[in-house]
Structures are given as structure tokens and as C-alpha cells.
């Protein structure tokens, strides 16, 4: 029995999320256990056109998620998981990316001080520990948020958000999301396959 046809509206819809998406633009989660961040995570790359996020579980299993809290977001958002940081740091250089981690250390540079219209990959690190040293050694660069309170750190999830809202800001006043940033052919692919979800 062929299945359920899509409608025009949705096709329509589909294509101008895909239209939005920039393939350029990614995090890495490196060790995040709890549930609730990741699926937040998720949703937050969702809503400001992240194509995929990077998954690096080394000392932590990746946590079981909520079908209702994290589906949605998770059928429009791949992940692509990886064995080792240097298998890690050999996909996303291959991509060209600027990988910066966050991090409080002395060289760590406020977050606007980041060129994001550059292909960027963004390490996300464990809610205890941070990016584990390794991962820092290797990045490119180290980020932070600047904070005026008491406490001097975000959430997890809430610091992804943060990081993608500004990423947005500079890639919106570039033309970013004005136009498709695939070609049309790949597209029509990634449509394709979309509507089979």
C-alpha cells in the first residue's frame, strides 16, 4: 500500500527550513550526560538551522532522551558520531572548520570577539568538568560568554543556545539565511529524503 502523499503546505514548509539550514555551522557534545541538556541542545541547533551535531561519548554513554522532549528535534538534526578526538579532528579540519571550544581559560576570547560567518565547529563540554584537555589542546581557539552575575556559568544548554543565537545574529547580516546555502540539486536530495520521515 503506497504511502501518505505529502501535502503542498508541507513540502513548501520542509523546503524553507532546508533552505535555511547551514551545513557549516556545528557543536560538538563531548561527554554531556544529562538528558534534558542534550535534547535541549538539539532543539536549540533545530531552531537556528544546524544541519548536524557532532558526538564525542568517550567517558559517559550518550543518555537514553525522551521520546516527546527530544524526537522532534532529533529527526531534523543528524548526528554523526565519532570513536576518538582524532578521528573527531580529522572530520571536522577535513570540513575546513574553525573548532573552537569553550573554556575559561586566560586565552579564551569573549564570544562576539569569533568570526561565525566562518565555517565553525563549537565543543560543548561535560556539565561538570568542561572540554576535557585534550579536546582544548586541539581546538583552534577557546570562547567564552561573558557574565556579569555572581555566578559565573551558564547551564550548559542555555551556553549552546547563547553560542548559536550570535552565530545566527552574524550569519543573518551576512545574507545567510536570505538564500539557500546547498545547491539546488543537493537540496532537492535532502528534500527527498525529509519527506520520507
Not at 47 to 76: C, E, I, M, N, Q
Not at 135 to 161: D, K
Request: hydrophobic content about 40%.
Amino acid at each position: 500500500m503506497p504511502g501518505k502523499q505529502p501535502t503542498a503546505r508541507r513540502r513548501e514548509r520542509l523546503r524553507q527550513v532546508l533552505a535555511h539550514r547551514q551545513d557549516d555551522l556545528t557543536l560538538v557534545l563531548a561527554n554531556i550526560h544529562d538528558p534534558h541538556n542534550v535534547s535541549a541542545i538539539y532543539r536549540s541547533c533545530d531552531a537556528f538551522g544546524v544541519s548536524r551535531v557532532h558526538l564525542y561519548y568517550t567517558d559517559t554513554p550518550f543518555p537514553v532522551l525522551g521520546r516527546k522532549t527530544s524526537a522532534s528535534a532529533r529527526k531534523w538534526v543528524e548526528s554523526v558520531r565519532h570513536k576518538s578526538a582524532e578521528e573527531l579532528f580529522q572530520a571536522l579540519n577535513g570540513q575546513g572548520m574553525q573548532i573552537l571550544a569553550t573554556s575559561c581559560e586566560p586565552g579564551a576570547r569573549p564570544l562576539r570577539q569569533w568570526d561565525f560567518t566562518r565555517p565553525t565547529a563549537v565543543i560543548m563540554g561535560n556539565e561538570h568538568s568542561g572540554v576535557a584537555p585534550d579536546l582544548l589542546r586541539q581546538a583552534h581557539g577557546a570562547l567564552y560568554i561573558p557574565m556579569y552575575g555572581m555566578i559565573q556559568s551558564f547551564n550548559v544548554s542555555v551556553a549552546a543556545a547563547i553560542i548559536l543565537a550570535e552565530a545566527a545574529r552574524q550569519r543573518e547580516a551576512a545574507g545567510f539565511y536570505a538564500a539557500p546555502r546547498m545547491n539546488e540539486a543537493a537540496l532537492a536530495a535532502r528534500l527527498a529524503d525529509w519527506l520520507e520521515k
